[in-house]
């Protein structure tokens, strides 16, 4: 069964940082471009990082370029997104997301708070 388990969330005072994991289980990620989606409350769901599946290109939402930083390690099946001078605009739930052709798969997310 595909699968996809996010951990690294929390609280954070604004100007800290954080790193998020994902770890997938269930299928290879070698052939997918991943992902890193958030969702504050009351909003919808947006796209944050993208990376493709032999890491060769990243990109990033404007708001969080030059902070936030995409990677992975396909080897252990890992999807990483370190994150600094995080405020509180990033607080959300944060989702990892994989697509390849028609097979997709989400997590189920962590949820990261910028506060002080």
């Known amino acids: 069964q595909a699968q996809l388990v996010e951990s690294g969330g929390g609280l954070v005072q604004p100007g800290g940082s954080l790193t998020l994991s994902c770890k997938a289980s269930?299928?290879?990620?070698?052939?997918?471009?991943m992902n890193w989606y958030r969702q504050a409350p009351g909003k919808e769901r947006e796209p944050v990082a993208g990376?493709?599946?032999?890491?060769?290109?990243?990109n990033y939402t404007n708001s969080v370029k030059g902070r936030f930083t995409i990677s992975r390690d396909n080897g252990e099946s890992t999807l990483s997104l370190q994150m600094h001078n995080l405020k509180p605009e990033d607080t959300g739930v944060y989702y990892c997301h994989a697509k390849w052709w028609i097979s997709e798969y989400w997590g189920q997310g962590t949820q990261v708070t910028v506060s002080s």
């Open positions: 990376i493709r599946a032999d890491g060769g290109f990243t």
């Open positions: 269930g299928f290879s990620v070698e052939n997918f471009f």
